[in-house]
């Protein structure tokens, strides 16, 4: 049925407070006066119902059909409670033009208590409209240069800096420090490790022995990312021996904000409406699950990247689609997201299968997918962006550069099965894709916009479909999981989803509830 078709009936459903399955839809649809019969099986629905559900319409219908036979609305005014979500109830409606927000009615006797007046939502680090990246040499030179001084003067009172140049001209012996990019990392024929850094001077060699403590934070580093080290100058002043490393770091002493009332966020991410493998039927429970009692504190959502499938992502990817125009899988994602209770704020950003550029910082959506992605009027923004709900700083990041830190780390400091081990190197770093010219696609602008030049209270990120959350110097980070099941491509690369999971964290505590509907 297409989506217009069904959008009229869908949308009166909704005004007046209720869901409905696919195939009640089709039905009233199809009868031969639409209004007439919805309006019969609004007059017959049993008063718990949330659900308009098919045996619903064919009682009312039947009744319509017969002036002497009653039963049809017998049916339905047996119907109970509703039933748990099979995954065919259609997708709620556009949102009308009503003042209140498109939601419906919640789970029988159960009132959502929210406090419209005591929220608070902030978006930093929005680069959405701010791209100035033409491809330019100079464009590269200029992200760079802001990288390293504004992660540099994290450290640089750590250690007595010198530039590289300077450092090349003082004699042999002297104790010496240096902050900068790395740019070479590679091992000696005697087992010990030379890490180049680079500063805006140029560049010196400084030899990690095997034999000193900092030796096994050789396999953490990645190339371009800033750090300072210390050490001692060969005789011929041609390299440095390490003595000290420094990363830009969070603070062990980082004391993370918390909300002053009882209030929850539910953090998920890849949704991937438009797969074959979207579990309909876990997002039902998930949205069915928000009209709760036991979900009456949860009054965000945010969603980290990949709200849809996408096209031409990886290879035979249209053999997997349910869904193959790219605009009608945000159209439907819509409508999955408007079984969200409404009076949630909801705030979403891109991922690397949705449709903006693939390279970081990847800006918000175009105004012609904002105009679909119209349900609850979320904010979308860049990803990155800093979201702050009630005084808590929530850092949101897709994570591309995850599968980057994970492939570049020995397997015990990061790997797939705990996700947030692999976040904690990227705080550790302060940035969220250090790495430029690998995997991870870096966009060149006048600033970095991947710093994480405050300390955030909660790092969120998704896209390896995997759960894991921990704390880092009491930073809470969260990969939340997916919404689809495992692909054929997901198969031949041995990755098993974690699917429909939705971790809630408490705002007042910073405490993490993963509730499964898969």
């Given at each position: 049925m297409p989506l217009e078709a069904s959008a009229r009936i869908v949308s009166e459903l909704t005004s007046r407070g209720y869901n409905a399955e696919r195939e009640a839809v089709t039905q009233l649809t199809s009868a031969d006066d639409p209004q007439a019969a919805l309006e019969r099986v609004i007059d017959t629905l049993?008063?718990?119902?949330?659900?308009?559900?098919?045996?619903?319409?064919?009682?009312?219908?039947?009744?319509?059909?017969?002036?002497?036979?009653?039963?049809?609305?017998?049916?339905?005014?047996?119907?109970?409670?509703?039933?748990?979500?099979?995954?065919?109830?259609?997708?709620?409606?556009?949102?009308?033009?009503?003042?209140?927000?498109?939601?419906?009615?919640?789970?029988?006797?159960?009132?959502?208590?929210?406090?419209?007046?005591?929220?608070?939502?902030?978006?930093?680090?929005?680069?959405?409209?701010?791209?100035?990246?033409?491809?330019?040499?100079?464009?590269?030179?200029?992200?760079?240069?802001?990288?390293?001084?504004?992660?540099?003067?994290?450290?640089?009172?750590?250690?007595?800096?010198?530039?590289?140049?300077?450092?090349?001209?003082?004699?042999?012996?002297g104790e010496v420090g240096m902050v900068?990019?790395?740019?070479?990392?590679?091992?000696?024929?005697?087992?010990?490790?030379?890490?180049?850094?680079?500063?805006?001077?140029?560049?010196?060699?400084?030899?990690?022995?095997?034999?000193?403590?900092?030796?096994?934070?050789?396999?953490?580093?990645?190339?371009?990312?800033?750090?300072?080290?210390?050490?001692?100058?060969?005789?011929?002043?041609?390299?440095?021996?390490?003595?000290?490393?420094?990363?830009?770091?969070?603070?062990?002493?980082?004391?993370?904000?918390?909300a002053d009332r009882h209030v929850q966020a539910a953090?998920?991410?890849?949704?991937?409406?438009?797969?074959?493998?979207?579990?309909?039927?876990?997002?039902?429970?998930?949205?069915?699950?928000?009209?709760?009692?036991?979900?009456?504190?949860?009054?965000?959502?945010?969603?980290?990247?990949?709200?849809?499938e996408g096209v031409g992502i990886y290879p035979d990817q249209d053999e997997e689609l349910d869904i193959v125009d790219i605009y009608d899988q945000y159209e439907v994602f819509n409508e999955y997201l408007k079984q969200v209770p409404g009076d949630m704020d909801i705030v979403m950003i891109p991922g690397n299968h949705d449709a903006v550029r693939l390279a970081e910082p990847q800006p918000g959506f175009n105004e012609d997918l904002r105009a679909i992605m119209s349900a609850h009027d979320p904010q979308i923004v860049s990803n990155p962006?800093?979201?702050?709900?009630?005084?808590?700083?929530?850092?949101?990041?897709?994570?591309?550069?995850l599968d980057e830190v994970i492939a570049e780390l020995p397997e015990e400091k990061a790997s797939y099965e705990e996700p947030h081990k692999a976040m904690y190197h990227l705080l550790k770093k302060r940035h969220v894709a250090p790495q430029f010219g690998g995997h991870?696609?870096?966009?060149?602008?006048?600033?970095?916009?991947?710093?994480?030049?405050?300390?955030?209270?909660?790092?969120h990120t998704g896209h390896v479909h995997k759960l894991g959350f921990g704390k880092y110097h009491n930073v809470l980070a969260i990969n939340s999981g997916c919404w689809q099941s495992q692909t054929d491509f997901q198969k031949s690369v041995n990755i098993d989803p974690d699917a429909g999971y939705a971790p809630i964290v408490d705002l007042d505590t910073l405490d993490v509830t993963v509730q499964k509907f898969s």
């Amino acid at each position: 049925m297409p989506l217009e078709a069904s959008a009229r009936i869908v949308s009166e459903l909704t005004s007046r407070g209720y869901n409905a399955e696919r195939e009640a839809v089709t039905q009233l649809t199809s009868a031969d006066d639409p209004q007439a019969a919805l309006e019969r099986v609004i007059d017959t629905l049993p008063e718990d119902a949330l659900v308009v559900r098919t045996d619903h319409v064919q009682a009312a219908l039947a009744a319509a059909g017969s002036a002497t036979h009653s039963s049809g609305q017998n049916a339905a005014s047996e119907a109970t409670d509703p039933p748990v979500s099979t995954g065919n109830r259609a997708q709620n409606p556009p949102a009308t033009d009503t003042a209140a927000p498109v939601e419906t009615k919640g789970s029988p006797g159960v009132e959502r208590s929210v406090d419209l007046e005591r929220r608070s939502l902030e978006i930093a680090g929005d680069m959405t409209g701010d791209s100035t990246g033409t491809g330019e040499y100079s464009d590269f030179v200029s992200v760079f240069r802001d990288r390293l001084e504004r992660l540099g003067s994290k450290l640089r009172g750590r250690v007595n800096h010198r530039p590289a140049t300077a450092i090349q001209n003082m004699p042999g012996g002297g104790e010496v420090g240096m902050v900068g990019l790395v740019n070479d990392i590679r091992s000696t024929a005697s087992g010990h490790w030379l890490v180049e850094l680079e500063d805006a001077t140029g560049t010196f060699p400084w030899l990690v022995m095997k034999d000193r403590e900092y030796a096994d934070l050789v396999g953490e580093l990645l190339c371009d990312e800033v750090l300072a080290m210390e050490g001692t100058l060969a005789d011929d002043s041609g390299i440095a021996f390490v003595d000290s490393m420094y990363f830009p770091d969070i603070p062990r002493t980082h004391d993370p904000s918390t909300a002053d009332r009882h209030v929850q966020a539910a953090l998920i991410s890849d949704v991937h409406v438009g797969s074959q493998e979207f579990m309909h039927d876990a997002w039902n429970r998930f949205t069915d699950w928000l009209h709760t009692k036991q979900a009456q504190h949860v009054e965000y959502l945010l969603i980290a990247g990949d709200m849809v499938e996408g096209v031409g992502i990886y290879p035979d990817q249209d053999e997997e689609l349910d869904i193959v125009d790219i605009y009608d899988q945000y159209e439907v994602f819509n409508e999955y997201l408007k079984q969200v209770p409404g009076d949630m704020d909801i705030v979403m950003i891109p991922g690397n299968h949705d449709a903006v550029r693939l390279a970081e910082p990847q800006p918000g959506f175009n105004e012609d997918l904002r105009a679909i992605m119209s349900a609850h009027d979320p904010q979308i923004v860049s990803n990155p962006s800093t979201v702050t709900l009630e005084g808590v700083s929530i850092l949101m990041y897709h994570g591309v550069s995850l599968d980057e830190v994970i492939a570049e780390l020995p397997e015990e400091k990061a790997s797939y099965e705990e996700p947030h081990k692999a976040m904690y190197h990227l705080l550790k770093k302060r940035h969220v894709a250090p790495q430029f010219g690998g995997h991870t696609r870096l966009a060149p602008e006048e600033q970095d916009y991947l710093i994480m030049e405050d300390v955030p209270d909660i790092f969120h990120t998704g896209h390896v479909h995997k759960l894991g959350f921990g704390k880092y110097h009491n930073v809470l980070a969260i990969n939340s999981g997916c919404w689809q099941s495992q692909t054929d491509f997901q198969k031949s690369v041995n990755i098993d989803p974690d699917a429909g999971y939705a971790p809630i964290v408490d705002l007042d505590t910073l405490d993490v509830t993963v509730q499964k509907f898969s």
